[in-house]
């Protein structure tokens, strides 16, 4: 049983520029959770996306933006890269209405320049 | 707002030595509280999770007592390995409406050597 997914694992990408990742969510999750994890430090919550919806919003600028397909997966966008952006991007997927916890996915790792 | 303080580190121990993680807590609510363990190079694994006041996690030789009266979820172990090396993060999850969001603290990272 694949867990999360996410696409690309690494990426280099020029300031000014746009990003799309991706994240595939386990089988049977149906809630999909964001997080920038900046280089040694926790991870910070983006967004969290059900029912295609953004449900619940971290402090994070409108240059952060996400979507939510009809298959759960789900895609984080960023435009107006800064150099700030960069790092690791954690993708996390649940189940809306259970109690088990997230399951995380391995990362994608940005880099801007 | 919601807050998870961690011990800095780096925290080094020999092998078998005992193990403590502080880990304390600001929140609004009742919230659940976890201990995520990071490997280098990969994404978070849930270690061990408790729900209410009282409620002891465990795993893999890890424990965590949910202490509401001292706001601490402390992650201990009594004999860690060279396998236990890694970064472990506590964090707290609560529910608002339909979401839910984890807050994490720093992470702490554990070398253990031989």
């Known amino acids: 049983d694949a867990g999360v997914t996410q696409s690309p694992t690494h990426l280099i990408k020029t300031r000014g520029q746009q990003v799309t990742l991706r994240c595939s969510p386990k089988?049977?999750?149906?809630?999909v959770s964001w997080y920038q994890q900046a280089l040694g430090q926790g991870p910070q919550f983006i967004f969290q996306y059900y029912e295609e919806e953004e449900r619940q919003r971290g402090n994070f600028p409108d240059r952060f933006s996400g979507h939510q397909f009809p298959n759960y997966s789900s895609e984080l966008n960023v435009n107006a890269l800064l150099l700030g952006d960069s790092a690791l991007y954690l993708c996390?997927?649940?189940?809306?209405?259970?109690?088990?916890?997230?399951?995380f996915g391995s990362g994608t790792r940005l880099t801007v320049v | 707002g919601n807050s998870v303080t961690q011990m800095e580190g780096p925290v080094t121990l020999s092998e078998e030595a005992f193990l403590t993680i502080n880990c304390t807590y600001t929140a609004t609510g009742y919230p659940s509280l976890f201990w995520y363990v990071q490997y280098p190079g990969e994404g978070l694994q849930l270690l061990l999770k408790?729900?209410?006041?009282?409620d002891k996690g465990s795993n893999k030789g890890f424990e965590a007592t949910y202490r509401k009266e001292t706001t601490s979820f402390h992650l201990e172990k009594g004999s860690v390995q060279v396998s236990d090396s890694a970064v472990y993060f506590c964090a707290l999850k609560i529910r608002t409406g339909t979401a839910s969001k984890l807050t994490f603290g720093t992470g702490t990272r554990l070398q253990v050597t031989l």
């Open positions: 996390a997927s649940s189940v809306q209405q259970g109690s088990r916890g997230y399951t």
């Open positions: 089988s049977g999750h149906d809630t």
């Open positions: 408790a729900t209410k006041a009282d």
